[in-house]
Each structure stands twice: as C-alpha cells, then as structure tokens.
C-alpha cells in the first residue's frame, strides 16, 4: 500500500470479510470512487456534503492516479488517513488492497464483495482514461473491476439490495432457493460525472464513449457538466452531488 492512505481495516479479519459482515447493516450503501482528475480535490466536500445523512455508508475507491490529488498537499487536498476519519466513511481502498493478503480457494475477493455491499457506485470524477477503460471492458484496477463485475442482469446482487422507495433491505431469505428466472430484477445504478479539459472533452473518440454508456449501458448514468473542467469554476463553488444530478450539460 502507497505511505499516505490508510488502511481499509485495522482487524485481524481481511477486508473482503470484514466487509462482507456489513451487508445488512440497514444502512444507504454508497461507493463512491475518483479517478485520476483534478476534480478529484472535490471528494472532501462530496464526502462533507453528505456527512449529516443519518443512515449512510460510504466507502471509497481511488484510482492510482486519483490518490495523488491527495496527499495533504494543501487544506483542500487533505490526506487519504484525514479522508477515511469524516463522517458516515467506513472505508477507503485502494489497488493494492485486492492483492493484501494471499487469496486462497474460497476466499472473499474484494471488488466483488465490493459490488455487492454497493447500493449505487458513483465514480465523481471519472478522468478521460478510466471513461475509455469502463466503456472498453478493461478490469486493470479495483475500481474497473468493480464496474467490470457489476451485476448489470440486476439478478445476482439481489439479497443485498436496498430499495431507496421502502427503505427496505432484502434479507435473502425469501430468495433461498429460487432461480435467477424467479425473482424480479433490480439492477443498481453506476452514476458517473466525467471530468476532463476541454481538448479531451472536445475529442471525437469522448462523444462514441459517452454515448456507449447513455445508449448501450443498461446501469450507468451520466452526470456532465459543472464536473467539467470547462466550467470547473461554476463547479468548485457547487459541490453538492445533487446539484450535479440536476443540472447536466449535454456532451455535444
Ligand atoms: C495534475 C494532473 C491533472 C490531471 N487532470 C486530469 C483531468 O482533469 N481529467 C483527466 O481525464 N485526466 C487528467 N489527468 C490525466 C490522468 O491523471 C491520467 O490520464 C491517468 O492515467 C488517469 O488514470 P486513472 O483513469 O486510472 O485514474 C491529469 C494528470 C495530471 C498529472
């Protein structure tokens, strides 16, 4: 693991594990993961945002790239130890957490048990890179993994879901036994805020990516605009995820 994050678990127990046992933990289940923008220097105040919800899990993701945003190198780019101690996070991980202990047969593997403590996966930022990666299929990274393994029949991850309308959690008891065929599928929703300058945000290979994700993705969402560095200005002044959600910019 690099010198400054902390650790995704002080426990004994591996962080597949440890993770595993807060599936039902009756709360929101929010993973939300930053690649290699500068717009990364937002996840404090995202994070900050959300910090009264009462009933909220957020466990983070950052790319290789996106932890070098932070490493305390300013008040606003607070470390990735300083991250992991605000509210409501329970978790920050990196890389090197999916390779920290030796996997054996049976073994728990992180970007999966990941997907399935997840509720919905917001990738704010989403740089230029990992945009072409997700929309390629590559999995060279826990995050890509985790978007790579995402369960888009919305079948497999249905014990733990947790439905926002009832505030209700299934249990799984009432699925035991029954076929992928029986039950009615939920698929949970990536959200994803590209984050680029405006050469790459111009270039004709981002409008084809894009509109693979908005067309052929039966479970991502696009969120543009004020994230981009275009108007990077208007978007540091309004750091408030819902904000983005309801003011996007068209890609074209
Ligand atoms: C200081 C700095 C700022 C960057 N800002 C951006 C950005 O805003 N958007 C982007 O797509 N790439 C940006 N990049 C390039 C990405 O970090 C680079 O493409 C990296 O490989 C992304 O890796 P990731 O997608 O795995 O996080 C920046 C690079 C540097 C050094």
Same mark, same amino acid.
């Given at each position: 693991?690099? /010198?400054?994050?902390?650790?995704? $678990?002080?426990?004994?127990? /591996?962080?597949?594990?440890?993770? /595993?046992?807060?599936?039902?933990?009756?709360?929101?289940?929010?993973?939300?993961?930053?690649? !290699?923008?500068?717009?990364?220097?937002?996840?404090?105040?995202?994070? /900050?945002?959300?910090?009264?919800?009462?009933?909220?899990?957020?466990?983070?993701?950052? $790319?290789?790239?996106?932890?070098?945003?932070?490493?305390? #190198?300013?008040?606003? #780019?607070?470390?990735?130890?300083?991250?992991?101690?605000?509210?409501?996070?329970?978790?920050?991980?990196?890389?090197?957490?999916?390779?920290?202990?030796?996997?054996?047969? !049976? !073994?728990?593997?992180?970007?999966?048990?990941?997907?399935?403590?997840?509720?919905?996966?917001?990738?704010?930022?989403?740089?230029?890179?990992?945009?072409?990666?997700?929309?390629?299929?590559?999995?060279?990274?826990?995050?890509?993994?985790?978007?790579?393994?995402?369960?888009?029949?919305?079948?497999?991850?249905?014990?733990?879901?947790?439905?926002?309308?009832?505030?209700?959690?299934?249990?799984?008891?009432?699925?035991?036994?029954?076929?992928?065929?029986?039950?009615?599928?939920?698929?949970?929703?990536?959200?994803?805020?590209?984050?680029?300058?405006?050469?790459?945000?111009?270039?004709?290979?981002?409008?084809? #990516?894009?509109?693979?994700?908005?067309?052929?993705? !039966?479970?991502?969402?696009?969120?543009?605009?004020?994230?981009?560095?275009?108007?990077?200005?208007?978007?540091?002044?309004?750091?408030?995820?819902?904000?983005?959600?309801?003011?996007?910019?068209?890609?074209?």
């Amino acid at each position: 693991m690099a /010198s400054n994050p902390p650790p995704s $678990t002080t426990s004994s127990e /591996s962080a597949p594990l440890l993770l /595993s046992h807060s599936h039902n933990d009756k709360k929101h289940h929010l993973l939300l993961s930053a690649s !290699g923008s500068v717009a990364t220097i937002k996840l404090p105040s995202i994070i /900050s945002a959300l910090s009264l919800h009462p009933a909220l899990s957020i466990r983070l993701i950052l $790319t290789p790239s996106a932890s070098h945003f932070l490493r305390g #190198q300013s008040a606003e #780019q607070p470390c990735l130890t300083s991250l992991a101690r605000l509210p409501n996070v329970d978790g920050v991980y990196l890389d090197e957490d999916e390779w920290a202990e030796p996997w054996v047969r !049976g !073994g728990k593997i992180l970007h999966i048990e990941l997907r399935r403590w997840a509720h919905l996966l917001v990738v704010a930022p989403l740089s230029a890179n990992s945009l072409a990666k997700v929309v390629g299929g590559f999995a060279d990274g826990l995050l890509l993994s985790v978007i790579r393994a995402w369960d888009a029949s919305g079948v497999l991850d249905l014990p733990y879901y947790f439905d926002p309308n009832t505030s209700e959690e299934e249990d799984g008891k009432d699925l035991v036994g029954k076929g992928a065929d029986e039950v009615t599928p939920r698929v949970k929703r990536i959200l994803v805020a590209p984050s680029m300058n405006t050469a790459m945000w111009k270039h004709p290979v981002t409008k084809k #990516q894009i509109a693979v994700l908005e067309g052929e993705w !039966g479970v991502a969402e696009v969120y543009i605009g004020y994230i981009i560095l275009m108007v990077f200005e208007d978007y540091l002044r309004r750091t408030d995820m819902v904000y983005l959600i309801h003011h996007p910019i068209s890609p074209s």
